[in-house]
């Protein structure tokens, strides 16, 4: 990861939920830098020394049992953040956290994120609302991982990964999607390649293109719009479903 000083067009939600002063002030402390895929960003059971608000890049938290392959219980875009539970006063990761999608994250250091919450209780509730939403998620996606079928988790972990991405195109390759969604690279590759054959997607050399977005909401299980519905409740309209809104003003279309 490398730090910049350009200042990033796309914003994190949560910080637009603050008051200008508020987030003027807080950035100042923020580092811009480049997230890379597969970086990993924390460590279950130690201590954060970076907090990270996501731009363009996306983030997954990932658990682990002995003897089992991991499993992606949670997906963190400019909707959110990494190391939300600071909000409780916990400096600890709960679970793995490993880059997805590369793109750029306004990172601050603990320290400096713990001092900005004693002063800006605005932060600090709007951290607690996120924590909850994302407690939900987490539950909602255990559930699926549980009862629904691969194709179906499949459709609604690409739809997810499509919203954080703000491009039609991201890179995964089928080892790595096998291992956020706890399951065999076989499984992967055949169920991709049915939606390969039916044109909801192309792949070639980890490369993935969204090439028909309504038909893999109609694939995906109810977890993807449930997650959406969870946010929109609690913090409003997440802003990182751009190719959502683009299809909805009718400037993209949902069939290639």
């Keep these: 990861m490398s730090a910049s000083a350009t200042v990033p067009l796309i914003t994190n939600h949560l910080l637009q939920l603050l008051s200008d002063n508020h ?5 100042q402390y923020c580092d811009v830098v480049q997230l890379e895929f ?4 924390c460590e279950p059971n130690q201590r954060y020394r970076y907090l990270y608000f996501p731009l363009s890049g996306f983030i997954s938290l990932v658990t682990k049992l002995a003897g089992h392959k991991p499993l992606e219980m949670g997906l963190i875009g400019n909707e959110g953040m990494l190391g939300v539970t600071l909000a409780l006063g916990m400096a600890t990761a709960p679970m793995q956290a490993v ?14 994120l713990q001092q900005f919450l004693l002063i800006c209780p605005q932060l600090q509730h709007v951290l607690q609302q996120y924590l909850f939403v994302q407690l939900a998620q987490l ?4 559930a699926c991982a549980h009862f629904h079928e691969l194709s179906p988790r499949l459709a609604r972990w690409l739809l997810m990964s499509h ?11 089928h080892q790595f999607l096998a291992d956020m969604l706890g399951v065999r690279r076989s499984g992967i590759t055949v169920a991709a390649g049915i939606m390969q054959q039916q044109q909801f997607i192309s792949y070639s050399r980890g490369m993935i293109s969204i090439l028909n977005r309504d038909a893999l909401k109609q694939l995906a299980c109810e977890c993807y719009q449930a997650g959406l519905d969870d946010y929109r409740s609690v913090l409003g309209e997440p802003q990182f479903s751009v190719a959502e809104q683009l299809i909805r003003q009718g400037c993209v279309q949902g069939t290639p």
């Design 99 to 112: 880059v997805q999608g590369k793109g750029t994250a306004w990172r601050i250091d603990l320290v400096n």
């Design 23 to 27: 987030r003027h002030i807080l950035l």
């Design 38 to 41: 597969a970086d990993i960003l």
């Design 163 to 173: 919203d954080r991405a703000h491009s039609s195109q991201f890179y995964l390759t």
């Design 139 to 142: 539950s909602q996606s255990a």
